[in-house]
């Protein structure tokens, strides 16, 4: 596959097999490609075959960023009326349930105008919120662009004046999809064909972050007023089992607390309850809306400054500074009768940063929890928005 360098930052070429990559973490990491550019080009590929009535064995693909890609093509089949082939899947060193499954694209000649489809093993969508409108096959707006140019260059090319009809579809698709979030967000019977790029980074954080702005919108539509959000399986099933919230209506962050309250806030939420564990949401109390230990693990220091604001010694600001858990420093607390007034302080500066990054347009309320004590911090109206969404149908 090639890449035009100047679109793809921080990449490097490997020389010897030609294929690019990025560096994260200290690793070379190889790209791949999306659902979408496969789509893309096995349409692409199909309609020149179905024109020029002969095999293509490669082609082309133009991405939205303007680099390219050059692409196998498999499973050829061309008749009078139609023609379709398939492009397999490459992920790159991304851990992508998709990666090395046969995308298909069949194209046939209609008099005017590009329809675009979905066939077997692509998903329906049956719920409000996502990109596509109900009832239509999961293909998002983006591929759709990159298949309509791909079939509009090709028209260009052969002097091609009417139009085609193309069907997108991975026979893989239906088992793959339980393995996915498909049927969560309202998708059924399939895969999405996803991308925005057309490349696929490594462990990519946008495409996280676009599945969190999806969950929230969806939960939008659907009419729940509360948005419920929680970095992860730790902070869901303690609402659950704790808090008694179905936890159908959450929405999982990860690490990604900043970037859901932007996006609840845009989709015009007007109150917001987050639960989550003492690790994870004591750094908000630094204005660390980026929770990943590789961002920011200031969480000693956090509950050192506060001890030492609430009085404690030197020596106990020491062992709270070399303890190893937040379990620890919990008992570290305890021993000094310090333990409530350090959390109300904390919590204290938790809604003063997650209120300044709402520009206070948002009510906010917090639960923050460890496994093994319960609740350790919750906010004055936080039973409040539990309590109505416990009473929110889903």
């Known amino acids: 596959m090639s890449i035009s360098q100047k679109d793809i930052k921080d990449k490097s070429v490997d020389s010897e097999k030609q294929r690019e990559y990025m560096v994260k973490s200290g690793k070379k990491l190889r790209l791949g490609y999306t659902t979408g550019s496969c789509a893309a080009a096995a349409a692409k590929a199909s309609a020149i075959m179905l024109l020029e009535k002969r095999e293509v064995k490669q082609v082309k693909l133009l991405l939205p960023n303007g680099g390219e890609l050059d692409l196998e093509i498999g499973d050829i089949v061309i ?86 009809e193309v069907e997108i579809f991975v026979p893989q698709g239906q088992e793959i999809a339980k393995k996915t979030f498909n049927e969560r967000l309202g998708i059924m019977g399939g895969i999405s064909i996803l991308g925005t790029t057309g490349i696929v980074e490594p462990m990519s954080e946008s495409s996280l972050i676009e599945t969190i702005k999806l969950e929230l919108g969806i939960k939008k539509q659907n009419g729940q007023k509360v948005s419920f959000v929680a970095p992860g399986n730790y902070g869901l099933d303690f609402a659950r089992e704790h808090l008694g919230i179905d936890i159908n209506s959450a929405v999982k962050c990860s690490n990604y607390i900043g970037e859901a309250l932007d996006h609840a806030l845009y989709l015009g939420f007007e109150k917001l309850l987050l639960v989550g564990h003492i690790g994870k949401l004591v750094k908000i109390a630094a204005g660390v809306m980026n929770t990943h230990s590789k961002i920011a693990d200031c969480r000693n220091e956090i509950f050192a400054a506060h001890c030492a604001l609430m009085g404690a010694n030197r ?15 919990h008992d570290i607390l305890t021993l000094q009768s310090l333990s409530q007034k350090v959390y109300e302080s904390i919590l204290k500066k938790i809604i003063f940063h997650l209120n300044y990054r709402v520009m206070n347009k948002m009510q906010i309320e917090v639960v923050v929890f460890s496994n093994e004590i319960g609740v350790l911090m919750q906010t004055d109206n936080a039973a409040i928005l539990i309590n109505e969404l416990k009473e929110t149908k889903l």
Request: charge should be neutral.
């Open 79 to 164: 008749n009078d009326k139609a023609a379709s082939c398939c492009v397999i899947k490459d992920a790159g060193d991304d851990p992508d349930i998709t990666d090395g499954i046969k995308i298909y694209a069949k194209v046939r000649k209609t008099q005017s105008n590009i329809i675009i489809d979905g066939g077997v093993g692509v998903g329906k969508v049956t719920g409000a919120g996502l990109p596509c409108k109900v009832g239509e096959a999961a293909i998002n707006p983006g591929p759709k662009k990159m298949i309509a140019t791909a079939l509009l260059e090709v028209a260009q090319l052969y002097g091609y004046e009417g139009g085609f």
């Open 315 to 329: 020596e106990t600001v020491e062992k709270v500074m070399n303890a190893k858990t937040t379990n620890e420093i």
